[in-house]
């Protein structure tokens, strides 16, 4: 069983910058990690994912804002958001699932198996 953990969520105004992290009780070089987050009332949503040699995506929403790393020693994930907007609002959680038949990181919920607690982000106007 895999312990994920996030931590560095809070509170910024619209512009600001906020950085999170996700411990892993387990080593995450050979596996998909991503990132997800989810507001009230609303469908748990595909934010970006890195796979091995370290393949980035992104959802449309967050490109060119948000940045998704790993360090592999820390077994450590990580979510660099820039430019946050009051629609980045959400709990954000990282996951663990498995590489897709192409050998990419997929996007639904339902392929990551492992799930952290969450942290909150809440970005005012």
């Known amino acids: 069983q895999v312990q994920l953990v996030e931590s560095g969520g809070g509170s910024v105004q619209a512009g600001g910058s906020l950085r999170l992290s996700c411990a892993s009780s387990?080593?995450?070089?050979?596996?998909?990690m991503g990132w997800f987050r989810q507001a009230p009332g609303k469908e748990r949503e595909w934010v970006a994912s890195?796979?091995?040699?370290?393949?980035?995506t992104y959802a449309d929403s967050v490109r060119g804002r948000f940045t998704i790393s790993k360090d592999n020693a820390k077994n450590s994930l990580y979510l660099q958001m820039n430019s946050l907007k009051s629609e980045d609002t959400a709990t954000y959680y990282c996951?663990?699932?498995?590489?897709?038949?192409?050998?990419?990181?997929?996007?639904?919920?339902?392929?990551?198996?492992?799930w952290g607690q969450g942290t909150q982000v809440t970005v005012s106007s």
């Open positions: 996951a663990t699932g498995f590489f897709t038949m192409y050998g990419l990181c997929p996007m639904a919920p339902g392929s990551y198996n492992y």
């Open positions: 890195i796979g091995r040699p370290g393949t980035t």
């Open positions: 387990r080593a995450i070089s050979t596996v998909c």
